[in-house]
């Protein structure tokens, strides 16, 4: 019998809270490959590390560690560093929700859409709220996932799922409900600091808060206690508006 094998990867670094409870999550479900990034690469979204080589380092506890991003992590994960192909890539638990835009600059995201990218199925998992509170009933969410969508899948391989889960000790007990992507409001004015030798430096706000959050959203969701599953594509190609665009672009050389 051949045993199913999970690539485990997050954004958190590989010695993240987080990390250890997908990897619980995922005990006995297969064989599991971790690999993960060294240090903490929030917000990284889909980028690979170009300019410099790379390093894999194994920890004392068998996980595999990269000084990258959580896409260089996936993508050398399954170009070369496991020696077999992975039948699921999960990423996370991720420190804090991953919804609405907030998944074009997840890295969390980033390194389940790496594993999907290949052809691989793949979930990315998130806590709604920042600091592991709830961790343990947060990961047998993730397990009861990861077990339906395996046994009965609705749709043919690969497919993308962002999960978010309320940080609560009963979240393995709250309805989980398919959604959509909600928006946000553009992120809050930048925080200018003076650095001990006078020079001016920026941080980037907090994100705003969320404008389109209704019903069906994947913000309505967890506001409301539930656990929110939304399926991605990466595909960000506007078909509605492409015989617009075409028209536009016909009229345009007409007159030109």
Not at 15 to 20: C, E, S
Request: hydrophobic content about 40%; overall charge negative; proline content about 7%.
């Amino acid at each position: 019998m051949i045993r199913m094998r999970i690539l485990i990867a997050n954004d958190d670094g590989y010695l993240a809270p987080g990390l250890a409870a997908l990897v619980k999550a995922c005990e006995g479900l297969g064989d599991l490959d971790v690999v993960a990034p060294e240090q903490n690469a929030s917000g990284t979204s889909n980028s690979l590390t170009l300019g410099r080589p790379l390093s894999v380092f194994t920890a004392s506890n068998g996980f595999r560690y990269i000084n990258g991003t959580p896409s260089d992590c996936v993508h050398l994960a399954l170009t070369g560093v496991l020696g077999q192909r992975p039948d699921l890539v999960v990423s996370g638990i991720n420190n804090g929700a991953n919804m609405g835009d907030d998944t074009l600059y997840s890295g969390t995201v980033a390194a389940a859409m790496e594993g999907y990218l290949f052809g691989i199925p793949a979930i990315a998992f998130s806590q709604v709220e920042k600091g592991w509170g709830e961790l343990e009933s947060a990961s047998r969410v993730a397990r009861a996932v990861i077990q339906r969508v395996l046994r009965h899948p609705p749709v043919k391989a690969p497919w993308l799922l962002n999960v978010n889960i309320p940080n609560r000790a009963d979240a393995d007990q709250l309805p989980r409900v398919v959604t959509r992507l909600g928006r946000r409001h553009a992120s809050e004015p930048l925080i200018r600091q003076t650095s001990p030798r006078g020079d001016t430096m920026y941080w980037i706000g907090p994100a705003g808060d969320a404008r389109e959050a209704g019903p069906g959203t994947d913000f309505h969701a967890t506001a409301n206690g539930q656990v929110s599953i939304t399926p991605l594509q990466v595909d960000l190609t506007e078909h509605a508006t492409l015989p617009d665009w075409r028209d536009w672009l016909s009229t345009g050389s007409a007159s030109a």
